[in-house]
């Protein structure tokens, strides 16, 4: 059993896939935490060290590796999705992909106060909805479900996504 949650920063879907990890126990690949086993780094210092593109190339192939499971749940970055290749590679993949949606107010909300995301750190609630917008028709493509996430538990969500995955 997989599924593969994608979405913008602040989406739910780490908080999601963990309540979800839990409760059907299956394990729980988070694209972000992969990333930083895989370099040895932290997000903000492979941001810093090789830019957006080396960061991007690294997610590419730990993506790749990860896809690779059979069973099991991931958490995508907000990011993964703009590549081609990537969206190809999800798409391909014949676990369900569900894209968690939040309004740029809740995003903005929910990721006040955090540090090692170096895309959100420089971006206001105007910023933030520019970028959204921009990535809509990206996630969108590979995405199979919707699931908007404003004004909804976790659980709430994780309950919707156990329904999908065992239907
Ligand atoms: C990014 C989202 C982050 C992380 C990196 C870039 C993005 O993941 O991969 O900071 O470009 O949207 P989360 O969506 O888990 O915050």
């Not at 060290?49 to 590796?65: M, N, P």
């Not at 107010?105 to 170096?118: F, K, L, V, Y």
């Not at 969108?140 to 156990?162: F, G, L, N, V, Y």
């Amino acid at each position: 059993m997989k599924v593969i949650l994608i979405g913008f920063m602040g989406s739910g879907k780490t908080t999601v896939s963990n309540l979800l990890s839990g409760q059907l126990n299956l394990p729980v690949t988070d694209l972000d935490q992969a990333i930083i086993d895989h370099s040895q780094m932290s997000i903000p210092q492979i941001f810093k060290r090789s830019g957006e593109i080396g960061f991007r190339q690294i997610e590419h192939q730990v993506l790749l590796e990860t896809l690779q499971s059979k069973d099991g749940i991931l958490a995508t970055g907000g990011g993964t999705p703009l590549r081609a290749d990537n969206r190809l590679k999800l798409q391909e993949d014949p676990a369900p992909v569900i894209l968690l949606h939040a309004s740029p107010e809740e995003t903005a909300r929910r990721i006040q106060g955090s540090h090692d995301r170096p895309i959100a750190n420089q971006l206001d609630v105007i910023g933030l909805e520019k970028l959204l917008a921009k990535r809509q028709s990206k996630y969108e493509e590979c995405a199979d479900i919707t699931i908007d996430t404003d004004d909804r538990s976790p659980q709430t969500i994780a309950d919707e996504i156990k329904d999908i995955m065992s239907n």
